[in-house]
């Protein structure tokens, strides 16, 4: 038997029974692999946020993701979807005015917590005040993990990050509280660990108007553990398991998160109020009566008789 029959029948054998993963379609396979660190959590919420796209059947060129710096901000450049990559902390305003100019697209702000709820915190809580039409997905993991680790507003006391040498001390946020107190109208926390709880949520969000709000606690092993001496990633997931307790309709204010204590996940608000574009429609027409022209996007104007 020759090389070449020898080699063409391991191939072929090779390739029996093989399926394609189903998230690859979603994502910029050329670009693989990423950036992040083994045992890093961002890439498990990809896979979930993918697997909620392939269950959602929207048609995805009107679906856009949007990132601000961070390790969290390079999901957009991996996601085979419309995206763009912002300055630090504006991912929301950028998302805001992608949605204002183009109401038809379901529009996604992935980032992180030092990115949203640092220099972008002002845009964070502003967004769930006019209930901007947005689903903001902020993987947690205490520290900013591409600059150095510094400490973030959602770093607890005491942990230690590069710029708390001897553990942080100042109040943290808790973030689902801060955005429900807000105004949004969706929000939800799981962890890197609760994989199919986290895709039904992302579909389920995805499918709902207003500002959505999902937190996820995920593992930063090669500064945020590593800094701790909290092991590596796969120890972080066992400690979600065993520390996780599930409180669907918690109110957020009890949601708050202590250094290695209980962590509250599941879906705190769902609720209905009238989106940023629906509230500004209504005022306008109130004002202007007849002489109020709704927005229409360029190309789609009806021609002028």
Known sequence: MSQATVEADVLQTAGKGVRENPVDKYLRMERMPTIWCPGCGI??????????????????????????????GRVAGYLKLDSFHTTHGRAI???????????????????????????????LFHAARR????????????????TGGQVTPTTPYP???????????????N?????????????????????RQLAKTMGEALGKKGFRFIEIIAPCPTLYLRRNRLGEGLEEMKFYKEKSVIKNGAD?????????????????????????????EKRMREALGAKYVPYQQPGKMSPRS
Do not use: Q
């Open 43 to 72: 890439g498990t919420t990809v896979n979930c946020f993918s697997r909620a796209l392939d269950d959602s059947g929207f048609d995805l060129d009107k679906v856009a993701i949007v990132s601000g710096i961070g390790c969290t």
């Open 93 to 123: 305003p950028f998302a805001t005015g992608l949605k204002l100019a183009n109401p038809e697209l379901k529009v996604v702000v992935y980032s992180g917590d030092g990115d949203l709820s640092a220099i972008g915190g002002n845009h």
């Open 131 to 146: 209930n901007a039409d947005l689903l903001v997905v902020c993987v947690n993991n205490f520290t900013y993990g591409m």
């Open 159 to 173: 942990a230690i990050a590069s710029t708390t040498p001897y553990g942080a001390y100042e109040e943290t946020f």
């Open 175 to 195: 973030l689902p509280h801060v955005v429900a107190s807000a105004g949004a109208t969706y929000v939800a926390r799981w962890t890197a660990y609760h994989v």
């Open 252 to 280: 957020p204010k009890d949601v708050g998160l202590d250094y290695r204590e209980e962590i509250v996940v599941g879906k705190f608000v769902d609720i209905e109020r009238p989106t940023l574009e629906e509230s500004m």
